[in-house]
């Protein structure tokens, strides 16, 4: 014997590792067993072989590592012996998975004790296949046991029945070899034959039509007939569960009947009978009688329309639902979900019932009530529904009510019948589970409050009540305070009072302040509501004079913030609200009514595509025009398609945007409530670029797109800054108001200058199937290069190939042309090439760049050119 | 379609793991540690059916083991628990009351009966009785061998002194 062998037998393992005190203990034990374990392998001991397997399958289930036995149960299984063999093919399945290549090594093995002599290893290497065969072994064994489906004892029948659904499943191909023999065994007696059987013809229909249709016409009668002689059948003690003779069987039968019924009138037709023999007769005081009657509703909602049937089932399901036993209510809430396709209205009677079951202690049955409830809203019963759901939410468990709130609001968003109960109801939520509510909700909330112009006061009040009993719902605080933000003034002259509203305490300007100040103080706030709140500070301090002051302070003590937005913003606003008075009021407008067809469209999108929006704002913002790739929305500052802003399909946008004095504020719906007083004062917005995120256009971007995380809206107001700061230095300004605004306290946006300047991008041409827009930059210290990046857009609905660009300029200009990233254009909008092109000016700051352009591509195969001449380059490049 | 078999004590400790889908080993102790933790957590009176990745895990609990089975959503929950039931029946029968530590020492005993009720994630049997038999046709064959093996150890021995 192998002296490093320790010698103890199994139970001895198993006794030694349970008087283990300590996991640290246990460890030593097993770590001993499996150091002798591996020594008698390295010894290839076979007397112990066996039990050291079995040492091993129970430390594995302890969770050690056990692989270095892997191969010792192919030694096992190979050896001649029944018990080798038999814990071989256990410490198979136990330790081995299909994904293993040392399970190919088995195949042979297999192959032999699928022909063996001894039934019983026959019965193993079935069972081995049957629980480990990968697709490989599947096609090699596949003969062997389609031979096995005709043993002669039926164990072994039922074994190579199961066997072949797992063959079948990996390798559907096969199904049709299985086609006959698994109808033969439909014929059997021996009930293990005929459940495996059954078994193997359903999952054989499942893969292969063929088989659906051949069972179909050939068994359907012999399995209804079967199932007949089951429910009849006399008191078998075998088989029998419960009084009733092998549910098991019984529950397969319908199965397979479902399958066969579904889609096929005949034979729905010729299984009706005993269907609604099973339905009436069974007994549903035990779990085994239920577990049929449920199989048998699902058959019959599955199978062809019969009127009487359906009507039983949904009964039986009434039944069921007034269950006490959870499971069975349960089951009921499960195949209600599907019987409400089939007949809504009389799912809709058992409403009151299920709304119960929503509030059920049992997690699994509110989640399925949840569900149903879901299915069963519609624009009648939404307002009883979403009132019951919401008082159960002032009640639930905190973990349900993510899932309550999600459902909620979706709810209310989806057949809301009018914009107050909608309010109502959001801020209900907001005020229960403002914790728990995802972003885009409230965005929504937000868009809607804004285009209610009716409800503005109304809300705002409501909000600010809700406020005072909690401040702890981090969403409600950010409606609140975006709403105080911009109709503060109502809510201090109650403006707008509706009938139904109760009247309120009168509200001073301070009390609005300091729901703004609790706000941002708020230690649990966010980044995001922080920033709202100070938003709504520099807002409310033009339009509550009396309050100016303090606002000030508030705002001046964020420019010591950790967090560089909140510290930046503070400067800027604070030099708003010193310096620029005679701009302030129109600066700090209420918000163009946001647009709510943008929003949904931006919804409709998935997140990233949100986050991607703001990301191509970056890039293209000043200029508007220039469409991100990736964006497949409408961004809210893309405007320029929508806006009827005079020529702005043309080269400068910006310029257009800027000439607000030429075209009525009002005209613009979301461009900019800019001011009227004259290119002066435009000048000065421009100069402090950075702030007017507070209003205008780029506000609706500031709200909606930063909520996403905390992330975000850093992100969302740095792609604020830097344009709309980049968009004052080239306007033909210079950078002389800025410096004057900020003087000497913002240092970041002056580091632009320093760098060269930044100019706003322009389209350079545009046809009907191309646009080309031009981002420039300069290089650091050389005046007179200019960096220009080309986009090239495909406006038109089939993909550009063998795509060319040239350039000329007259001689004062040297350009130099850096290959383009690809040559091939996705159709519209799915994607764009970029080209790098370097200009140098020798006449710099005497004569502006100009330059003729070429593009070649093929559009169906057709030569395309086009030609084109840039006059719209911005001035001092 | 059955896609695995717990078997996991009160305390957390796994009784019994069989695995009909392919779950690397790292999956299974996962899936172990995440399931034990919902399963024992949850109380005496909820129904026995746990909604999780989009499989139903039916579990019962039969003194201080849980037995815990995972099967597709579609799937019949009341007839999980019947089977459930039927395996646990005939551990009873095969041990004579079964307690835990049956289950501990004689662990591949377990298996090898549930080898005979479930293949390929589906019932193979429902006669309790034919279960019963097969098993001890195994057990005597296997005990055949033994005689067989020490009456050629004996002779080997009494050869060589």
Known sequence: MNPFSSGTRLRDMIRAIRACKTAAEERAVVRKECAAIRAAINENDQDYRHRNLAKLMFIHMLGYPTHFGQMECLKLIASAGFPEKRIGYLGLMLLLDERQEVLMLVTNSLKQDLNHSNQYIVGLALCALGNICSAEMARDLAPEVERLLQFRDPNIRKKAALCSIRIVKKVPDLAENFINPAATLLREKHHGVLITGIQLCTDLCKVSPEALEYFRKKCTEGLVRTLKDVVNSPYAPEYDIAGITDPFLHIRLLKILRILGQGDADASDTMNDILAQVATKTESNKNAGNAILYECVETIMSIEDNGGLRVLAINILGRFLSNRDNNIRYVALNMLMKAITVDAQAVQRHRATILECVKDSDASIRKRALELVYLLVNESNVRPLTKDLIEYLEVSDQEFKGDLTAKICSIVEKFSPEKIWYIDQMLKVLTEAGNFVKDEVWHALIVVISNASDLHGYTVRALYRAFQTSAEQETLVRVAVWCIGEYGDMLVNNVGVLDIEDPIKTVTESNAVDVVEIAIKRHASDLTTKAMALIALVKLSSRFPSCSERIKDIIMHYKGSLVLELQQRSLEFNSIIEKHQNIRSTLVERMPVLDEATFSGRRAGSLPATVSTSNGASLNLPNGVAKHSAAPLVDLLDLSDDAPAPGSSGSDFLHDLLGVDLAPASTQPGISQAPKSGTDVLLDLLSIGTTNPVQSNSSALDILSPGQDNQKPIAALDVLSSPLASAQANSSVGASSMIDLLDGFAPSPLKHEDNGQVYPSIVAFESSNLRITFNFSKPPGNAQTTLIQATFKNLSSNAFTDFVFQAAVPKFLQLHLDPASRNTLPASDNGSVTQSLRVTNSQHGKKALVMRIRIAYKLNNKDMLEEGQINNFPQDL | ?161
């Not at chain 2, 009351?97 to 004689?106: A, G, K, R, T």
């Not at chain 2, 377990?110 to 589906?122: M, N, P, S, T």
Request: proline fraction near 1%.
């Open chain 2, 1 to 161: 379609m059955i896609h695995f078999v717990l078997l996991i004590s009160r305390q957390g400790k796994v009784r019994l793991t069989k695995w009909y889908s392919p779950y690397s080993q790292k999956e299974r102790s996962k899936v172990i540690r995440e399931l034990s933790g919902i399963v024992i957590n949850r109380g005496p009176k909820l129904c026995n059916f746990v909604e999780w990745k989009g499989l139903k895990v039916v579990y019962r609990r039969y003194a201080g083991l849980y037995f815990c089975m995972c099967i597709d959503e579609d799937d019949n929950e009341l007839e999980g628990l019947d089977i459930i039931h039927h395996y646990v029946e005939i551990l009873d029968r095969y041990f004579g009351s079964v307690c835990e530590l049956d289950l501990i020492f004689n662990f591949h005993k377990a298996y090898y009966i549930l080898d005979e009720i479930v293949i390929a994630g589906e019932l193979q049997e429902s006669s309790k009785r034919t279960v019963i038999r097969l098993m001890s046709a195994h057990d005597s064959l296997v005990e055949m061998a033994k005689e067989q093996a020490s009456s050629i150890s004996n002779m080997i021995a009494q050869v060589t002194k």
